[in-house]
């Protein structure tokens, strides 16, 4: 099962041409889309699928400043910023709330990384403040462990994933963005050397800037183009409960589960660390690119091998203009959910609240959460591409800094000032090498 994501009207037919074409409908996508048309850019946006169908509904809904990546702070908290006025902005329904974040843990190594991590976060003017066990036990009434510590961002937030990206969709629409679903996007076209539009398979469409946010698949599209993108998937399950007590009202990270309270009176519910990493062709090419990374998360997958090696966003794939595109074989990314993470969420929970006896997952499904190996997303122009700029590799990130990662997106399409320094999320990086750190703090 997938969560049930917010439907949008969507145009049947392809325009002729338009300024920038959008690949992707997930919140990379959607968000700079709003963004364009919010200055005037024409924009199409193209979706093999629908809007917010693979990982932009399927993810926990934090939006967060708290244990982010340095590099990630500025987007972060720009896209607090613009989360506090998206509801009124819009005249919809985000789910936006700023409730807080808590992390606990008995763990004197997270403890260590937590007091680390509060220094630079104060330094970029996040409200941060360690917690000590009896301060944890005070912030988490009911909960029934027994935490050495914690930490607490009270100006952190949550949205609800499968109404927020809709919402952005139906804004851009109403600024005159056209979004066409169903409809996957196979070539790009060039001429003298830079993008001169899309072949999808309802037609071409002229442009002088092509957006590429196609999340996990991002990097097979690139590949066809002969654009080396570094990205690895893990499979997540994830799910979300009945409406049950109020233990909390934002969001709690804790050593193995982690839980977000939601509009609904359910809770979004996910596993801490623990994922599936399917063997595919691409990850076993790419496999010394992403050794430190994986190093790091190992103890928390399991492997398998199935369909994704022949079939997903990392297998070796061809394909024409005038003909099938992958894309257009698996119009939605949907790995079944694992059972047994599902009970042993469930079972966690409970341990940990025992006034949720009795609670039970409403919704349960599994996504494909995308990766670089520094955890950092790339949202750049590809220089060697004169008007071909990405946005994808959001590392399981990308939702809270969503409105932010559009706004940065449209900057560099449109030529204006960046909303952030760019520098860090520059492709380039991950081909040359520089500035491509350890793989960052989730």
């Known amino acids: 099962m997938s969560p049930p994501v917010g439907r949008i009207a969507s145009n049947q037919d ?35 699928g629908v809007i917010a169908g693979e990982q ?22 720009l896209a607090l910023r613009r989360w506090d006025n998206l509801n009124a902005e819009l005249g919809d329904e985000t789910g936006f709330r700023r409730s807080g974040l808590v992390y606990a843990t008995t763990r004197k190594a997270d403890l260590n990384a937590w007091e680390r991590w ?21 912030m988490l009434p009911g909960n029934s462990r027994h935490w050495n510590g914690g930490v607490h961002s009270p100006t952190d937030g949550r949205a609800e994933p499968e109404l927020a990206v809709p919402a952005l969709a139906r804004g851009a629409q109403r600024l005159g963005a056209v979004i066409v679903q169903n409809c996957a996007a196979r070539e790009l076209e060039t001429e003298a050397g830079r993008i001169s539009g899309v072949v999808t398979e309802k037609g071409a469409i002229r ?3 092509v957006l590429v946010a196609g999340g996990a698949w991002s990097g097979m599209f690139l590949r066809h183009h002969g654009i080396r993108f570094l990205q690895a998937c893990v499979k997540s399950t994830s799910f979300y ?27 979004t519910v996910g596993l801490s660390g623990l994922g ?26 399991t492997f398998a091998l199935g369909r994704q090696f022949m079939e997903g966003p ?19 990314l949907d790995p079944q959910p694992d059972a047994h993470l599902v009970e042993r969420g469930i079972a966690r929970l409970v341990a940990t609240y025992p ?27 590809i220089v060697s591409r004169p008007g071909l700029f990405v946005s994808s590799g959001f590392s399981g990130h990308g939702f809270g800094i969503g409105p932010a990662a559009g706004m940065l997106a449209a900057d560099l399409i449109r030529g204006e000032r960046p909303c952030v320094d760019p520098k860090p999320y520059r492709y380039e990086r991950m081909i040359d090498g520089t500035d491509l750190g350890k793989p960052g703090m989730l």
């Open 314 to 332: 990392e297998a070796i794939a061809r394909w024409k203009a005038d003909g099938i595109s992958p894309f257009e074989r698996i119009r939605t």
């Open 118 to 138: 509060s220094h630079v976060g104060r330094e970029f003017g996040v409200d941060t403040r360690m917690l000590t066990g009896a301060e944890c036990a005070t």
């Open 207 to 209: 442009a002088s800037a």
């Open 276 to 301: 599936q990493l399917q063997i595919t062709p691409y990850g076993l090419l790419q496999a010394r690119d992403f050794w430190r990374t994986f190093q790091t998360r190992r103890k928390g997958l």
């Open 56 to 77: 932009s509904s399927r993810n926990w809904g934090w939006c967060r400043q708290q244990n982010r990546d340095p590099r990630e702070l500025p987007l972060a908290r």
């Open 355 to 381: 006034e949720l006896a009795g609670i039970r997952p409403a919704e349960c499904w599994g996504g494909m959460v995308d990766s670089t190996p520094d955890a950092i997303p790339v949202i750049s122009p």
């Open 241 to 267: 409960t009945v409406a049950a007590p109020a233990v909390t009202d934002g969001g709690i990270a804790m050593e193995d589960v982690t839980i977000r309270r939601r509009l609904d009176g359910g809770y």
């Open 14 to 48: 392809v325009p002729k041409s338009a300024d920038v074409v959008i690949l992707g409908g997930g919140m990379a996508g959607v968000a700079t889309a709003y963004e364009l048309a919010r200055r005037g850019t024409s924009v199409v946006l193209i979706e093999k």
